[in-house]
């Protein structure tokens, strides 16, 4: 039984196989194909992988790229606009230079020469660029033709000048050169051979113009002059004296020492031989003419032919990259686009030294080398025109000095030079200044000499009375007593009057000698009385004549030295009449 059950299993083992056996081929089969399809899907994933590091690559490669054309773009964007604008600073449009060519120098040349220069200025420091180079000999050529219709233009509006004195410069100036002054600024800094002609036909025109002017002036005021001839009359001389006391001062002529009193004198009216006018009215006529002339011409000059500040290129061209050379610094680049920043505000140089900045008139900012330079060229251009001129100025003014005028005369001329000295230096015209100058030099020492005489005068009369009797054997009068005082009073009323700050001391210590040689006569006459009341009273009418004569007058009487003055002589009056009550009693 036991062997017959282990023979059994096998068979059944066998019987399931056989049952199964298609079964097993089958999975066999599935299982070969399963394999093989591992094999290659095995070998797809190998290639995969390689092509997926290729492909790797080559993202890689595209992502350098394209962060290489992101660079260059932005390179190209950074330099596009400066490319722009130095191609618009490079090119000159057809439209310029047709009407530098083709049209005449008028009011559209001015943005046209400021639009052409930039230009040039442009082209010039771009020398190491090729298309600068290309364009050089036309703008040399556009500058050339530009130069000679500009020296053409101011040459017509000097021709005026040539033909008509008449003509009115102040106005050809500020209509016509001021105008067009940026048209000869270019000349300057662009063709400065032209610029000195145009300079130099200018000053010839100017000087003709002034020199024939003043010399038709002055020799009108001269003709004047010699139709009022001022006796010299000293305080203490009475030989010419006869009947009633005249003015030995003229009050209507004080009002010839203001900068604003009676209209000038014009050279038309020595046409007419009635016309008369005293020498301090032509003196005030004649430095009235020279102010307004010389300061006037001395302005213009200063504007006009002021020194040029070095052109330039626009400061957006200057601080664009495209306007330094590849290959300079970094402190070369800082030089140019730093130049107009240093000048306006610390005046430090980049090499750092720095250097005093002021403005002058005509608003350009300089140093005090360029402001000395400037002054030198303004001061020659000046002297050029104006010298002739005032030469016969000159004469004139030493022809109303001989003779010297009187003494109130003369210090109502030496008032108006001072007045039109300060006036002068107000409006910074320094040539007049020194001319100015040089006149009171010669009038003070004159005016000096002129008191000097009247102190002798009196002193001459006191001695030749002390004894009784004068010189030439005349009494000496009670009315001429009072002559004088009214003669001291009026001396004393005008120069109050006239009287400035700075010369205030040195005209009343002369009129404080005066005063004291007078007191002397008014003594020595009283002391001549035998009666003292009578000698006491004199004393007391003659102090009150002064008192009285000083109250009235050209002066203000609220002046210090004014009040001084009247309290000196009220104390010598009350002491008189002190002496008349003592004597009575």
């Not at 000059?301 to 290129?313: D, G, H, L, N, Y």
């Not at 008191?451 to 001429?480: E, F, N």
Request: aromatic share 8%; charged share 25%; glycine share 4%.
């Amino acid at each position: 039984m036991a062997s017959a059950g282990e023979s059994s299993v096998p068979e059944k083992d066998d019987e399931f196989y056989r049952e199964h056996a298609k079964d097993f081929v089958e999975l066999h089969h599935q299982i070969t194909t399963s394999v093989d399809l591992l094999d290659s899907l095995e070998s797809f994933l190998a290639t995969f992988q390689g092509d997926l590091t290729a492909v790797s690559g080559q993202i890689s490669d595209l992502q350098a790229r394209s962060k290489e054309f992101d660079s260059r773009l932005h390179g190209r964007k950074k330099i596009e606009r400066p490319l722009s604008q130095l191609i618009s600073d490079l090119s000159i449009p057809p439209s310029l230079v047709t009407n530098i060519l083709d049209t005449p120098v008028g009011e559209p040349w001015i943005a046209l020469i400021e639009d052409f220069e930039c230009r040039l200025q442009m082209v010039k420091s771009r020398s190491r660029v090729k298309a600068a180079r290309d364009l050089t000999e036309l703008v040399e050529g556009l500058r050339i033709a530009a130069a000679t219709k500009i020296r053409a233009f101011f040459n017509a509006m000097l021709q005026p000048i040539r033909t008509n004195i008449s003509t009115n410069m102040n106005v050809l100036q500020t209509s016509i050169f001021l105008k067009y002054a940026s048209l000869y600024t270019f000349l300057q800094r662009q063709a400065k051979p032209v610029a000195q002609e145009i300079q130099r036909a200018y000053v010839g025109c100017a000087k003709l113009y002034y020199e024939t002017g003043f010399r038709r002036y002055a020799r009108s005021l001269g003709y004047i002059k010699i139709r009022t001839i001022d006796k010299q009359a000293l305080i203490g001389d009475m030989t010419a004296e006869q009947g009633p006391p005249t003015a030995f001062v003229d009050v209507n002529r004080i009002p010839f020492a203001k900068l604003d009193g009676p209209n000038i004198t014009l050279a038309y009216m020595a046409d007419d031989k009635a016309h008369k006018a005293p020498v301090e009215a032509l003196f005030r006529s004649a430095l009235l003419v020279l102010l307004d002339n010389a300061s006037a011409e001395y302005s213009f000059i200063v504007k006009f032919f002021r020194e040029p500040v070095e052109s330039s290129v626009s400061s957006s061209a200057l601080k664009s990259p495209m306007f330094t050379p590849v290959g300079s610094t970094t402190s070369s680049r800082m030089g140019h686009s730093r130049l107009n920043d240093e000048s306006e505000s610390d005046g430090e140089t980049p090499g750092g030294r720095r250097k005093s900045i002021r403005q002058s008139q005509s608003g350009t900012f300089l140093s005090l080398e360029q402001e000395k330079e400037h002054k030198a060229l303004v001061d020659g251009i000046w002297k050029q025109i104006m010298g002739p001129a005032i030469q016969y100025l000159q004469t004139f003014i030493t022809s109303a000095l001989e003779p010297v005028p009187p003494v109130v005369p003369l210090l109502t001329m030496i008032r108006i030079n001072e007045v039109v000295l300060s006036e002068a230096q107000k409006r910074e015209c320094n040539p007049v200044e020194t001319f100015l100058i040089g006149l009171r030099l010669t009038m003070w020492p004159m005016f000096q000499k002129e008191m000097a005489g009247h102190v002798d005068s009196l002193k001459k009369l006191v001695d030749g009375a002390g004894a009784g009797y004068l010189s030439r054997g005349m009494v000496l009068k009670d009315s001429w007593i009072q002559l004088i005082v009214h003669r001291y009073s009026a001396l004393f009323t005008a120069f109050t009057a006239l009287a400035g700050e700075e010369e205030e001391s040195m005209l009343f210590s002369n009129l404080s000698r005066l005063r004291q040689e007078v007191i002397r006569l008014i003594t020595t006459q009283a002391g001549k009385l035998k009666d003292p009341v009578q000698s006491a009273t004199y004393l007391s009418t003659t102090y009150e004549i002064v008192l009285h004569n000083l109250s009235s007058g050209p002066h203000s009487t609220t002046h210090p030295k004014a009040q001084v003055e009247a309290a000196f002589w009220r104390q010598r009056e009350e002491e008189a009449r002190r002496r008349m009550t003592l004597t009575r009693r």
